[in-house]
């Protein structure tokens, strides 16, 4: 397996724009979670899915930011607008289960986002 | 709130020593941790993962500990290498919850050749 795939590897963006951050995740896995890591806060959950479904956008940090999955497959992570505070590496990653157990992560490599 | 402190923050060792890196959690309440490794530029790569009924878990030169009652982990690496140079860091579900990890900052550890 390719393992999660991340695009685009690296995003500049003036602030206003719109980004749009993809993530596929590995084949059969049921869960994806996106995360955002920066210096100062370190590694922070954004959002998960189980099944396709958002269960917890606790971590969100404002409407500007909103996530979808569609499928299995694929998930977006959107920022709009965007400011510079949002600049960060956002970082997608999936397991196979959900919310019984707790499994290992498998984490894309990554979207670096700066954000002028 | 569950808090995950790692020490030390870096680490530079000769190639050939064995090392311990240490992992401290505020809340003892957790279904498992996990440790992962980052390479710069680079995603995180799941190490080892014990459930909170295990004591430890290995995997070739690597092997941690749990102790839940006093919230610490370490990751022991035998006879490093510098591939093992990258940044170190240990999870653990919070909230109550087993999917919302919280991570610590990460240990740098630099092995010279």
């Known amino acids: 397996d390719a393992g999660v795939i991340q695009s685009p590897r690296h995003e500049v963006t003036e602030m206003g724009q719109e980004v749009t951050l993809r993530c596929k995740p590995i084949s059969g896995h049921n869960s994806l979670f996106w995360y955002r890591q920066t210096m100062m806060r370190g590694l922070e959950l954004l959002i998960y899915?189980?099944?396709?479904?958002?269960?917890?956008d606790s971590g969100m940090p404002e409407d500007r930011f909103s996530a979808k999955m569609p499928n299995a497959s694929f998930s977006t992570l959107k920022i709009q607008p965007s400011e510079p505070r949002d600049s960060a590496v956002y970082f997608c990653a999936s397991s196979l289960g959900g919310q019984a157990g707790g499994e290992k992560l498998f984490f894309g490599s990554g979207t670096q986002l700066s954000v002028l | 709130k569950q808090e995950v402190t790692q020490i030390p923050a870096a680490l530079s060792v000769p190639e050939g020593e064995n090392l311990v890196l240490n992992c401290s959690f505020t809340d003892s309440a957790i279904y498992n941790l996990q440790w992962f490794r980052q390479d710069p530029g680079k995603g995180l790569t799941s190490l080892l993962l014990?459930?909170?009924?295990?004591r430890e878990q290995t995997s070739g030169r690597l092997n941690a500990s749990l102790d839940k009652s006093s919230g610490r982990s370490t990751l022991y690496i035998a006879a490093s290498q510098p591939g093992d140079s990258a940044t170190y860091l240990c999870?653990?579900?919070?909230?109550?919850?087993?999917?919302?990890?919280?991570f610590g900052k990460g240990t740098l550890l630099t092995v010279n050749p």
């Open positions: 014990i459930q909170s009924s295990q």
């Open positions: 899915f189980n099944n396709n479904v958002p269960i917890d």
């Open positions: 999870a653990v579900p919070s909230g109550g919850s087993n999917y919302k990890l919280t």
